[in-house]
C-alpha cells in the first residue's frame, strides 16, 4: 500500500512540474520586449540604481526595494535585462500554480488540480505575470504567508508540546515571507487581515482560549521574523531620506482621477478578470452562507471571507480613483490580484463536489468565453494606448540620437518611458521651467500629441503617431 502511494505521489509531482512548466511557457513566449510602460521602466532603472549603474531617472522614495533589488541582479550578471526581467517575471509568477495546488490539497487533490489548472490557464494572470511589476508578484508571496501561516494553525498541538517545533516552523515561515511581502508592495500590509480571518474561521470557537494561548508563542515568531527583513530597509530609508518610514508614507496613494471609478466600471472589470468563476464564486458563497455540509466548514468559510475582503479591498481602491489609460482600461483589473487566489480556491471547493467528467466541459468553457482576455495577453505591449506608446518610443530615439549628451529632460507624461530609452537624465514637472543656462530639452505632452523643445531653437512635434519635425525660432 504504501509503494503504491509513493508511486501515485511520484505521478502527481511529475503532473504538476509540468503544468507549471506550462504555465511558465505560456506566460514567457512570445518574450516581449517591444515597449515597457511607465512602472516597468521605474522598477528597472530602480534596478540599474541597485547594482551600481547610472540611472537617468529613479523613485526610490515611493517604490518598495524587493523587486529592483531581484533586478539589479540581471544587471550585475551582463545580462539582456530587458528578456531576462521577463523570464524572472514568468518564471516566479508561474509558480502561483504550485501555491493554488498546495493550498487546495489541504481539502483535496480534486479541489487541488482544479484551482491549479485554472490559475494556470487564467488570461488576466498571464498577461500580469509578464509585467514587470509587483501587483502579481505580491499577490504570489502574500498568498504564501497565508498558506504557511495555515499551515502553523493547523499543527497547534493537541497534547502539550507535540509538533511545537513544526509549528514554530511554519509561523517563523510565515512571518518572513511576510514582511519580504511588504518589502515587493508596500499595500501587501492589508494581508494582515487576512492572516486575523484565519484566526477567526480556521480555530472553532469553543477551542479559542486554549489554543490561542498555544500560539502565542508562534504568534511572536511571526512578528520577529515578519519584522527581520523590514530592518536593512528601514535602516536604509532613515540614512538615505532622514525618515524610517517615508518611503511608505509617500507611496500610500494611488494615481487618481478626479473621480471616484463607476460601479458599473467596477462590476464590468471584476467580470471580464474572473469570467464565470465569479458566478460560481457568488453560489458557493451562498451555499457557505446558508450552511450547506458540502460548502460549509472552517476552511470554506475562511475562503469565503478572505475573497470577499479582497473584494472589498478591490471596490475600496477603485472608488479612490485609478488611472485607466485610453483604451486599456481593463489595466485597473490588476487591483483584483489579490483576490485572485481565495476566488478561484473557492470555485474549485465548490467544483470538486461535482461529477468529475462535467468539470472539464466547464472550466473549458468558462475559458473560451474570455477569448479577449487571450488575446490582450499575447498583444505586443507597444501595441497598446493608440499609438502613444510607439510615440513615446520615437521621440525617445530621436532625442538620444540628436541632442547633445548632458542635456536634462523635462517632462509631465510618461518621463521614466522617455529616460529609459533616451539614457537622458529626466526631471518631471508640471509646469513650464525656469531652463538655466545649459543646453536643456523640453517635453510637454498634449494628449496624444507629445511637443519637444529644444534651446537650440528647434521644435520638434509628434502628431497621429507619427513623426515629425518643423523647425522655427523659438522664444521663452
Known amino acids: 500500500m504504501k509503494q503504491h502511494d509513493r508511486k501515485n505521489k511520484a505521478y502527481e509531482n511529475i503532473f504538476l512540474a509540468l503544468l507549471i512548466l506550462f504555465s511558465f511557457v505560456i506566460r514567457l513566449f512570445p518574450v516581449d520586449t517591444s515597449y515597457f510602460f511607465w512602472d516597468e521602466t521605474v522598477y528597472l532603472q530602480n534596478a540599474q540604481y541597485y547594482a551600481g549603474m547610472p540611472a537617468s531617472y529613479t523613485e526610490l522614495n515611493i517604490r518598495p526595494p524587493l523587486l529592483p533589488m531581484m533586478l539589479s541582479g540581471i544587471y550585475s550578471l551582463g545580462l539582456d535585462a530587458e528578456v531576462w526581467s521577463r523570464v524572472l517575471m514568468a518564471f516566479l509568477n508561474s509558480l502561483m500554480v504550485l501555491l493554488a495546488f498546495q493550498f487546495a490539497k489541504q481539502h483535496s487533490s480534486k479541489a487541488a488540480w482544479i484551482s491549479a489548472v485554472i490559475v494556470s490557464l487564467l488570461p488576466f494572470h498571464i498577461l500580469a505575470s509578464k509585467w514587470v511589476m509587483t501587483d502579481a508578484l505580491a499577490a504570489l508571496i502574500s498568498g504564501a504567508s497565508v498558506y504557511f501561516f495555515f499551515r502553523g494553525i493547523a499543527q497547534v498541538p493537541k497534547a502539550k508540546k507535540s509538533n511545537f517545533s513544526m509549528q514554530n516552523i511554519y509561523m517563523g515561515i510565515s512571518g518572513l515571507i511576510f514582511g519580504l511581502s511588504i518589502l515587493v508592495k508596500f499595500t501587501s ?10 484566526l477567526i474561521y480556521l480555530i472553532p470557537i469553543p477551542s479559542w482560549p486554549a489554543k490561542l494561548s498555544s500560539l502565542s508563542a508562534p504568534l511572536l515568531l511571526f512578528a520577529v521574523f515578519a519584522i527581520l527583513p523590514m530592518v536593512p530597509y528601514l535602516a536604509w530609508s532613515h540614512a538615505t531620506f532622514g525618515n524610517l518610514y ?6 500610500f496613494h494611488v494615481v487618481a482621477e478626479n473621480e471616484p471609478t463607476s460601479l458599473a466600471f467596477s462590476l464590468w472589470s471584476l467580470a471580464d478578470f474572473f469570467g464565470l468563476f465569479i458566478v460560481i464564486f457568488i453560489i458557493f458563497a451562498f451555499y457557505n452562507f446558508h450552511g450547506r455540509k458540502s460548502y460549509s ?4 468559510s475562511f475562503m469565503m471571507y478572505w475573497a470577499l475582503f479582497m473584494l472589498l479591498y478591490y471596490f475600496v481602491i477603485l472608488q479612490r480613483g485609478v488611472a485607466k489609460p485610453i483604451s486599456m482600461e481593463w489595466e485597473a483589473e490588476r487591483f483584483l490580484l489579490p483576490a485572485l487566489l481565495p476566488v478561484i480556491l473557492s470555485c474549485s471547493l465548490f467544483l470538486s463536489n461535482i461529477k468529475s467528467q462535467v468539470i472539464f466541459p466547464i472550466v473549458v468553457i468558462i475559458l473560451m468565453l474570455q477569448a479577449q482576455g487571450y488575446s490582450r495577453a499575447y498583444t505586443p505591449s507597444i501595441g497598446f494606448e493608440n499609438g502613444l506608446r510607439q510615440v513615446t518610443k520615437d521621440a525617445s530615439g530621436f532625442l538620444r540620437l540628436n541632442i547633445a ?3 536634462i529632460v523635462y517632462c509631465n507624461l510618461n518621463c521614466p518611458v522617455i ?3 533616451s539614457k537622458m537624465e529626466v526631471r518631471q514637472i508640471h509646469d513650464f521651467p525656469n531652463l538655466g543656462p545649459a543646453e536643456h530639452v523640453l517635453i510637454l505632452h498634449d494628449l496624444r500629441e507629445p511637443r519637444v523643445y529644444a534651446r537650440q531653437g528647434s521644435r520638434y512635434f509628434i502628431a497621429n503617431g507619427q513623426w515629425e519635425a518643423n523647425y522655427y525660432n523659438y522664444k521663452e
Open 419 to 421: 529616460a529609459y530609452y
Open 297 to 300: 466548514g472552517n476552511f470554506s
Open 189 to 198: 500590509i492589508i494581508y494582515a487581515g487576512v492572516l486575523f480571518l484565519a
Open 246 to 251: 517615508r518611503p511608505f508614507h509617500d507611496a
Open 405 to 407: 549628451d548632458g542635456s
